[in-house]
């Protein structure tokens, strides 16, 4: 390995700072979580999708490192897909470069604790048993690794990191993210940290008088600026929260970006190294389908016959596109195991922008389609994600005629939750019949503009949920 490559990467072993144009200026609102994990001994994992900003993540905890006092040449920055980077014997001739360059000593003599940052560790071959070996013999290395996902998660014979792991899953922007990035006003940013706060608590601990009394309050507060937040909320489900993707001018970027940044990696690329794919084709065409089709319920036994192709083959490649973290899917909602894995699972996408431009949709279009409603749908389906990792497991429902979006079992109970993105909402009987069948939580409705309480369930306008 070559020190002047590390150099070039690394200035700030000269400068004391990351360089401007590295660090994005919409910090992620995960990065103080796992600025605060990085005084723990586990290795750090940030997992997620292409393009989402892994590597800006990595550069803003660099920063952060740098100005709690970290040694800047104790902080050692490496993209793993980086062509100048050569991976025979990679962590030896690594750690001779350390103790040569920047320690002068042993690093297991080392006093300081060193910050290795590995991009994309998953082009690295047996990486993980490297980072156990120098985990479980206490080297002063603080690991943290990213990983477009499937790589990682296809690694299931090989000595396990179980238990010395942070995991830390990176989705696309968030809607207060996009309203950061989008440098609207400060009091909407304000606004954006309470609900984000009472949301948080209320799937905690659901208890709908706290959440209610606060929502009036944020509501009243934001109801100067409802049209401008509507504005950019209308914006947000249109584009999605692809960091990159949003910054893009030109009209062909615009057009070819999923395609070409995402899609094409992904198919071609990043599933084929971890699983074996015979069909490249196949696994396209189900993908396009899997974000097209976001919200339905599938039948695999119906799309093999669609595309000519064995039911166990159209499972294992749904499988590999959900190590992408492209494309979910979710279980149906009963009481045993057995007849949740029984039962039809139901299709999401991760991002509206997918969506939206991978179908080349205008806005004319959307509104022509009346989509607007499943927009929402995605939207509210990724911000469930970001809460059931502190609140249990997401599930949907049907039986009979009666079906609701999501159902999120918590410790505390159920919460069925549905979208009703339009201008009646009195629909609910999916929502009844659960209420019904379960011993279930306050039910929330999630609306265009409705704010209010009615038969135990809580409709609260989109503007007031998504954070």
Known sequence: MDIGILRDIND?????????????????????????????????????????????????????????????????????????????????????????Y???????????????????????????????????????????????????LVKKGRESLVGRLFRFNIPPFSFSEFLQFRQIK???????????????????RPDREP??????????????????????????????????????????SIRQYFTENILERVIYHDIPEAFRVADRGLLENLLLYSIFHSGSIININE???SYNATRQTVSDYLHYLQTSMLVRLLEKYARTEASRLRAFRKLYTIDTGLYIHLQRLTPAQVEEKGILGQLAEIAVFSQLNLYKGISGKLFYFRERE???????????????????????????????????????????????????VEERALYVPLRLFLS
Not at 139 to 145: A, D, L
Not at 215 to 233: F, G, P, T, W, Y
Not at 422 to 451: C, H, N, Q, S, V
Request: proline content about 4%.
């Open 186 to 204: 400060e009091e909407i940013i304000r606004l954006q940290e309470d609900i984000i706060t009472l949301w948080k608590v209320f799937f905690e």
């Open 102 to 152: 920047l320690t002068g000593m042993r690093i297991q003599s080392a006093k300081e604790k060193l910050y290795l940052f590995l991009d994309e560790v998953t082009h690295l071959k047996e990486w993980e048993l490297y980072l156990k070996r120098y985990y479980d013999q206490k080297y002063p290395i603080k690991f943290v690794v990213s990983s477009s996902a499937a790589s990682f």
């Open 303 to 305: 799309i093999a016959a």
């Open 402 to 452: 009666a079906e609701v979006d999501f159902i999120l079992e918590t410790t505390k109970g159920l919460i069925p939750i549905e979208v009703k993105y339009r201008e009646t909402t009195k629909d609910i009987k999916g929502i009844r019949y659960f209420m019904g069948k379960f011993k279930a939580k306050t039910p929330l409705i999630i609306t265009k503009d409705t704010f209010r």
């Open 12 to 100: 700030w072993w000269v400068t004391g700072r990351v360089r401007d144009t590295f660090l994005e200026p919409v910090p992620r609102k995960i990065t103080p979580e796992i600025l605060q994990a990085m005084d723990e001994r586990q290795i750090i994992l940030l997992e997620g999708p292409r393009r989402v900003g892994k590597t800006s993540i990595i550069f803003h905890l660099i920063q952060g490192l740098i100005e709690k006092g970290i040694n800047p040449r104790h902080i050692i920055y490496i993209s793993l897909d980086d062509p100048l980077i050569r991976k025979e014997k990679f962590f030896e001739s690594l750690l001779s470069i350390i103790e040569t």
């Open 211 to 252: 959440l209610l009394r606060g929502l009036v309050q944020i509501s009243k507060r934001m109801a100067l600026h409802n049209r401008e937040v509507d504005i950019h909320l209308y914006q947000f489900l249109l584009n999605g929260g692809f960091p990159e993707f949003l910054q893009l001018k030109g009209e062909r």
